[in-house]
């Protein structure tokens, strides 16, 4: 078959506007860093890399999970650190009350102060953080413990997803902290020992000792808890952040260009359009001689 001038032409003309077309997107690739410009492109990565960023915004948004989870959790650590120094300090005072050469004058004098902690520990149990007060279970809104230390709250969990299918507690058990739920009723245990000091009876006030180490350990118990769980928060944000990482990395690989070779493709295509004008032109004045 003989191929006429017009043909050839016409073949001519096709390959540069190809040319050009390509020559496009490799500067559009280069001008911009994103190698898919269009889905159309690369269906199969554009469908992975939508995949990929799904993934990575899930990710970020368990991390963002953790970080306000901690704040309130750290708060209430803090607060339960605060609340066994003063159960150790009462502990101190006990144990001179306790003493048969203390006079009952005295033991009065410690229990102003005992109450005065006791204020200071109500306080603490009633510690306000950014999503409500801290001790109270789901009943953020209101003070869990009233004056006296007569607890009014709950005890249920607030459960956050940390990572898929694992949740956390990211409420204190004030409960468990301060009440008979724990153990002892810590509050209770201050008022009797209270009584025993105005009555000035030191062996009623030595009698406390028990149910005061027990608060102690109680609270302490809870604090810990809440540090094991700020623990698997700590570990769980770096595996995200470990992960975040990586498939950034490879929404990078997917979507970004390589640079260095789209300047070169784009150099390349320049040429190959050069020479394909020049084709094009011998074939047109070809065409023009013939008429």
């Known amino acids: 078959m003989r191929i006429s001038t017009a043909m050839r032409t016409d073949a001519a003309m096709a390959n540069l506007q190809r040319l050009e077309a390509e020559h496009h997107d490799a500067a559009t690739e280069a001008s911009t860093g994103a190698r898919l410009i269009t889905p159309s492109k690369d269906p199969v990565a554009a469908a992975r890399a939508v995949r990929v960023q799904a993934s990575i915004d899930r990710t970020k948004a368990l991390g963002e999970t953790i970080r306000d989870v901690r704040g309130d959790l750290e708060l209430s650590e803090s607060a ?54 801290l001790f109270g279970g789901t009943q953020t809104a209101t003070p869990p413990f009233s004056a006296l230390g007569a607890f009014t709250g709950n005890d249920l969990p607030r459960d956050v997803e940390i990572s898929p299918g694992s949740t956390v507690r990211a409420n204190a058990s004030g409960a468990s902290a301060f009440t008979a739920a724990g153990g002892v009723d810590v509050f209770k245990t201050l008022d009797t020992l209270d009584a025993a000091l105005q009555a000035g009876d030191a062996d009623q006030v030595a009698a406390t000792l028990a149910s005061i180490d027990a608060s102690h ?75």
């Open 80 to 133: 339960l650190a605060s609340a066994t120094d003063i159960l150790a300090r009462i502990r101190e005072l006990t144990m001179s009350a306790s003493s048969e050469s203390m006079s009952d004058d005295g033991r009065k004098l410690l229990a102003t102060e005992v109450a005065t902690l006791k204020g200071e520990l109500v306080s603490l149990a009633n510690t306000k953080g950014a999503q409500g007060f």
């Open 217 to 291: 350990r109680q609270v302490v118990d809870a604090r810990a808890r809440i540090g094991m769980t700020l623990s698997r928060l700590d570990v769980t944000d770096a595996v995200h952040a470990e992960v975040v990482t990586s498939l950034s990395a490879t929404l990078h690989g997917l979507v970004d260009a390589d640079l260095p070779a789209a300047y070169s493709r784009l150099v390349t295509l320049q040429q190959r359009i050069e020479q394909a004008i020049g084709v094009t032109r011998q074939i047109l004045a070809m065409s023009s001689q013939q008429l």
